[in-house]
């Protein structure tokens, strides 16, 4: 199925660090969302994005809409050990209600 | 309900078996999505209903998958004779017709055994 590259694959920093990540696509999207993913539970919603060049913070998380509209990138600052998990970025296609989701990026913080 | 509700959240079933999985969608939400994970993967894009209708049905792996939503609430995926490459997690979202935000459930963990 449609994938949106996103990038790294997967990371592991120190508690504290500041991490990024980020995805690119070759579609034009009008929205894009970034979720987070614990094992064994569905992806919980962390961040919604509505406009090119829209930079939009929760806490410590902050993320930009990318002004060609086809990415987007996610900033954790001074991580801590509790934001472990798989982060998904999802896009959705201009004109539908169809999301594509990202690869995932796999945090791993390190106390 | 509060968020969405998905059911059974663990399903084992013999290869050849039909099963279904249901979703019940945050009240109120006109669109509703199905995607599937396999182990260790991203999500993988199946359907999405807006009201009762199925716009784009592009991500059914195959005509043993099929889906249905009845009274704009809730939606059942049906796998017809499972194969062991079925064996996925199985993910509902729904989100409203004036904000765009998806809310996902926690999943039915599908095994074929």
């Known amino acids: 199925g449609q994938q949106l590259n996103q990038s790294p694959q997967s990371m592991f920093i120190q508690e504290g660090e500041d991490v990024s990540m980020n995805c690119t696509s070759s579609?034009?999207?009008?929205?894009w969302l970034w979720y987070k993913q614990e094992p064994g539970e569905g992806p919980v919603l962390l961040i919604a994005?509505?406009?090119?060049?829209e930079l939009t913070s929760n806490g410590r998380l902050t993320a930009q809409f990318g002004i060609t509209r086809k990415d987007s990138f996610l900033n954790i600052s001074a991580s801590i050990p509790s934001d472990v998990g798989i982060y998904f970025c999802a896009g959705r296609i201009s004109g539908t209600y169809k999301y594509i989701f990202g690869t995932g990026t796999r945090l791993k913080v390190l106390a | 309900g509060a968020g969405v509700s998905q059911s059974p959240s663990n399903k084992v079933t013999e290869k050849g078996k039909d099963v279904e999985l249901r979703c019940d969608p945050i009240?109120?939400?006109?669109?509703l999505y199905w995607y599937r994970q396999r182990l260790g993967q991203g999500l993988e894009f199946l359907i999405y209903?807006?009201?009762?209708?199925?716009?784009?049905k592009s991500g059914l792996p195959s005509d043993r998958f099929s889906a249905e939503r009845t009274g704009e609430s809730v939606s059942t995926l049906t796998i017809q004779r499972t194969q062991q490459e079925d064996s996925a997690v199985y993910l509902c979202?729904?989100?409203?017709?004036?904000?765009?935000?998806?809310?996902f459930g926690q999943g039915t963990r599908l095994t074929v055994v």
């Open positions: 979202a729904s989100s409203s017709a004036g904000r765009a935000e998806a809310f």
């Open positions: 209903f807006q009201g009762n209708s199925a716009p784009d």
């Open positions: 579609s034009i999207f009008n929205t």
């Open positions: 994005l509505y406009k090119a060049g």
């Open positions: 009240s109120g939400h006109t669109a």
